[in-house]
T-cell receptor, first 114, second 115 residues
């Protein structure tokens, strides 16, 4: 069966520090991968998605970047965190391009920038 | 572009009450529609889906019908339980018309069920 792992679960980082969140998928190949952010009291905002190794699509300009060094690994990074980067970050994968089967989400990382 | 609009929460109900959470969408074609649920401190789980007009998705007592004429996908449950307390997200996928290979989510509706 397919599983998705996301870590760490919680993170407190000072302003200006770097960030690296990792997401891996097991039990499938060539998944579509996604990073979403959920700010306090708000909905889900798509940050990045990837349909293959080295292929990253960015939805909004921001202080974050994403990379996909391996087929089932998706990394969210920042060189210098801002207070506004605080939120709940969710990684997800899907097998089907049309999204007809929906996504499977990881358990999320709660990031607090102080 | 595509968008999803949900009723604002929180929605507070007593146990065994009837639930409706409204969701309407804007899309250029015939999107697939979804409801996801997020329990406290967790990621999102797919609750149900519908891929074409008049389809009814159902799961765990929840239902939603894809209404193209009203561009709606309202979530309903006949008798809620305390364990249904969560945030519910409506979402759509419209790859065929937009080429965007990602779901568009609504802002979420928090449901609180009191015993």
């Amino acid at each position: 069966s397919q599983t998705i792992h996301q870590w760490p679960a919680t993170l407190v980082q000072p302003v200006g520090s770097p960030l690296s969140l990792e997401c891996t998928v097991e039990g499938t190949s060539n998944p579509n991968l996604y990073w979403y952010r959920q700010a306090a009291g708000r909905g889900l905002q798509l940050l990045f998605y990837s349909v293959g190794i080295g292929q990253i699509s960015s939805e909004v300009p921001q202080n974050l970047s994403a990379s996909r060094p391996q087929d089932r690994q998706f990394i969210l990074s920042s060189k210098k965190l801002l207070l506004s980067d605080s939120g709940f970050y969710l990684c997800a994968w899907s097998a089907e391009m049309t999204g007809g089967k929906g996504y499977t989400f990881g358990s999320g990382t709660r990031l607090t920038v102080v | 572009g595509n968008s999803v609009t949900q009723m604002e929460g929180p929605v507070t109900l007593s146990e065994e009450a009837f639930l409706t959470i409204n969701c309407t969408y804007t899309a250029t074609g015939y999107p697939s529609l979804f409801w996801y649920v997020q329990y406290p401190g967790e990621g999102l789980q797919l609750l149900l889906k519908a891929t074409k007009a008049d389809d009814k998705g159902s799961n765990k007592g929840f239902e939603a019908t894809y209404r193209k004429e009203t561009t709606s996908f309202h979530l309903e449950k006949g008798s809620v339980q305390v364990s249904d307390s969560a945030v519910y997200f409506c979402a759509l996928s419209d790859l065929r018309n937009t080429g965007r290979r990602a779901l568009t989510f609504g802002s979420g509706t928090r449901l609180q069920v009191q015993p």
